[in-house]
């Protein structure tokens, strides 16, 4: 079920049969020479709605929020297309969505996210929606879940086969070949030089462009491929589905007051 | 040409012929028994990523930013499905989207709007942006623009033809047409119950709910079909073309720093 | 009723014949080369106090509010003497004023507006205000309304009879009459050059003062006079008086919370 | 000169003489069974109103900026009628009111205070403004200055021959006495009781209902009178001039920046 | 009983029979060429251990909280070392302080200060932690309190006999004593030139250094000797127990909530 | 070299030798039955300052801040004697701390961490800081690292080696081993029960309580010793003197502004 083409009364339908929501979130930036720029945010999302596509067919409908297309991209601000949220503001929205849905009585809210640089700031901000409760000695109704779609079960051991060398760390081949296998008429053929980027530290914009004048961290992106971004996508939603199960039926201890 | 599709060198490419950027920017929200959730956000980037299309088969490419999908939308969060942010939090994440865009050399930063309740909003965060320079005597290195669609040129003589009864302001068959147009398995044949819903002020969620219990307000949704949303797409798409043309050439005066 | 030259005990006691509170909100700005800087604080302030007695004189009593006397004036700062909030401040200072008037029972809060800029604003922080129930699922204890003076029943068509041509949007014969009527010893006799300003839209002060070099927008100010400013307050101290009677007695839809 | 009946022309022309504005800044709160609710912002606007004419009657006219006038009165929310603004809401305000006026050209910003409550925001915030200009190694161009009414020289001595006993700290006779100068028909014949109010510490506003009954502090208010008002306004009134004299003339050392 | 060396169970314990905390809390910032850096946080936190090892040995533990150690000193960041929060951030931290102490069932929350330029920001937060209370009508549950080192009972008079003339108001002889009592290994024996400093008012760090060339206020640090130190601390120790225990003891009065 | 007992003039001489700074963090919480309140700030303290014992016998002094002893903790709130900053808190609070250093001229500024719960907001303050400069297109003129002590070379091998089983992951025998080193006289004797702790995941502090009933996670704290924590800090002084060598050698790349 995809909350945006959804009616309200049907969502409240599936809030007596299900309490868990999925939002893809990513970032929208630069992914070198031959990468997407919407490639964080649409990886997330390509794999939440094949894994809602499966659910539905499995009669177990799953429900997917609206994505998250604009996270905490601050060190690609350097190349053109790039679009950041401070962490400050970042937190303030994801803030805000959780609390809408809450609202609503979503009792799992599990994020699957499609940036590594987002990961610091989500982890921040689910403590400070946390806090509310803790300052005033009050239970928390939903419990927050963060997942990264490299981190879905299998899905690293299949990119060390898939790239043994080249995967890098930006840019990868990994989350290109994603894209590509959705877009197809979106595979870039430019091979950028030197085949595999260099490492280095993260820090501000201008450094970063220093370091990685093409914006690449150690990877190779020409191997990827439509293929291997189809089989990425069918094995990452098979697990999605899985682990979203699992927080879903995960038991919560009885919780005392103070 | 759609910016989450392209690269970071096509996006530079395209900054030496062009300093405009269009953002559909909309709402999540109830929309009756009828409409879809996403509405208010799917109907800009709908109109969008028409006008894009058209404009690159007249070879006069414009660029379409990703869709700002999380509005304003308080009112409605009695209803499930919704998802808002609060104005403050929506303020700062304008602000760096438009931080980010002007980074690039972004001049016009044009935001087309799907949602009412959005733009007392958006036009007090153009005054927050600009403020920046004012306070401080500078020269603001860009321009920013707010039009909803139903403003375009055209379009609201194009729906009392349409709709001269029943149009209403929320759930509108207009709003519903155009996502019906896009969506076309996604058309739901409920008739609401009144068919004209009834009209009053907005106020904080409870009060919403009380006052339109399925979530209209003063629309029959009904009217709504395929045919008239993708009439008024076509419209819309040159109008806003025209639109961001005549904001493109604006010409800007001498400007003294103090 | 004259909130500042009352004390606690009056106002406890006028509380429990009436829940409405009125409060004049302007600008500190440029008002061109013959309007003064207070007008927009002024003009609502005058309009206030005059419906205030001619309330009491009805044996009728309203409460006025201290006035808000700075507001959003970002784009007047290339001017001496202006003076201006950032919107997000704004928003804060509004809701404190809010929040202490409906915790002595307010419920009925109604600001008397003086200032095109200030409008989306108010409104946005209208809808802040509202989001702290809306996302609890709470009732909000009182409802907020936003009128501009020009804009109270009949004004409009008394400004259109009085200034056919030259009226403009900013530094307008009518203000300025207002306030020269309150202020008769005020009375400035400069003829400004053009004698009416040039229209344009509305940026950052520099942008602002490039485009309107004396700082007035399409009027021509040496259309007021002491006459036209003393109907313009009479008229619009009653239809005040219409608008907040009517606000007050507006019913409240029985509210259910979730 | 009084900033709000003046025009920017006249106000750039003042600047070219001076560059030194004084800010009436109070508090709109209770004052006790015959305090009126504005005493704390009409005792400074009173006497700056009242400085200004004397100053333009010797031929060195002095500029009086609108006055300020909701400060931090939390402690008095117990009671109706008093507004309060949040510490953290008033500084963002007081920031604002001095970078306008800094932009305009303003080095001597002068804050003539009437309610204690506001002394530690206030220096709190002056402390954030200069903490721009301290961190980035910078010159701040204009410096800042808060006097309390009841501190300007000769004041407390005059209180203490005036009001030997039932002073208090809070809906005192000397404030009470300089808005009943101001506003004869505003004098209130009630007697309180006790006629001299207790004393004790100020927290939240529940607190301090309870140890003040009615309002005042340590307080006897039936001993203000219009004259003895009037013989205060018009002492600080020639104080304030010498005051301001003395910060306008003040030499800043010479500067160097990191 | 010093709570970083405690354990959970034994705060637990210790709160069953008294609801006092107490705090050191200063600042880290310049103290002239003989003075330490860390003199204003090192001055209550020395105080405050002499004075929980005396209340230990008779018998009646007082708690004693980690030293709050960074402050507001913005004015001395023209000189090395010197760390400040901005007073906005600063309010913000002694907020969850004070919060996360109150959630433990602390109910007398006393601050022991060493730094002049920290009174009115505590001040201020005090007022905003109250203030979260008062716009409620609800009952605050702790009281909090304030009190520099410098005015506990009887080491103002000590001061002026020990330090006649050269007692300054920065980097006084008295504040370094103390610290050279506790850590006798870090005297130094600079003699400052002039012996004297000079005095003036407090602005941003770069008026403050071109005022204050080596950092110091009206002070001959000089003075200073590990013998008056200790008499210092041994006084100030007893006179904290004392001042706590007052505050410890202060009824409150029963309070109604609105 | 330890900041807070130097003067302002010495940390001038050393920023002319380097241009590094550490500063342990942690945060001052519950660590069950046997654990100091303070182990998560102390251990890097305890640490650092090893380290720069050994770094002035070797003749090559480093320069450790004051402790940033509050960190965010709110799910330890559930237990007495936690003090927490919310997330947002602590990161306008570690702005301020870099802000302060970086002014003063230091280049790499060190954050050796000791609290897991950390983490994540030091990295998103990373991102808030560098986005600062990332938007304007500037340089930062400093970098930032965050190292955990329990990271440092050779630790993880060594806890392993000491605790084979019963480590876990909150009240390690690790940490109160070094906190038994530094602090001998406060060696609690209780033994816990169960003796290993359960584990599970981290959220609000009611939660946090049902599941960890006296606070710890996964860990037998009664595996700690001083001679084990001795033989911690020993080798982890070594390692953090190499990690922060490291750190300030590395070579920074050409930058250009954009
Ligand atoms: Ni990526
Ligand atoms: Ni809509
Ligand atoms: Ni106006
Ligand atoms: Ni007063
Ligand atoms: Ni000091
Ligand atoms: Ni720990």
Sequence with gaps: MILHVSTWPE??????????????IGSNEQHGPTGLLGTDWLCPEIIAHAAEKLAA?????????????????????????????????????????????????FERIYFLN????????????????????????????????????WDLSGIAKMCSVMFPTGHGSHATPSEIAITYAAYPDQVRDVVPDPKIAPNGPIREAA????????????????????????????????????????????????????
Tied chains: 1, 2, 3, 4, 5, 6.
């Design 57 to 105: 067919e499995q009669g177990e409908p799953v429900l997917i929020a609206p994505t998250f297309n604009i996270g905490m991209a601050q060190h690609h601000l350097g190349f053109a297309g790039t679009i950041s949220l401070r962490p400050s503001t970042f937190m303030a929205a994801i803030e805000d969505w959780v609390m809408s849905l809450a609202r609503h009585g």
């Design 207 to 258: 450094d970063y462009r220093a370091r990685f004048p093409d914006g690449r961290i150690g990877s190779d992106p020409t191997l990827a491929s439509i293929e291997k971004g189809q089989q990425l996508i069918d094995a990452a939603a098979i697990s999605l589905l899985k682990d979203a199960a699992r927080f879903s039926a995960e038991p919560v201890p009885p919780k005392a007051v103070s």
């Design 11 to 24: 969502i409240e339908r599936f809030l007596s049969a299900s309490k868990t929501v999925i939002i893809p």
């Design 114 to 149: 499609g940036h590594g640089g987002n990961i610091a700031t989500i982890e921040a901000t689910f403590s400070e929606i946390y806090a509310r409760y803790s300052y005033r000695g009050e239970v928390c109704p939903f419990a927050l879940k963060l997942t990264n779609w």
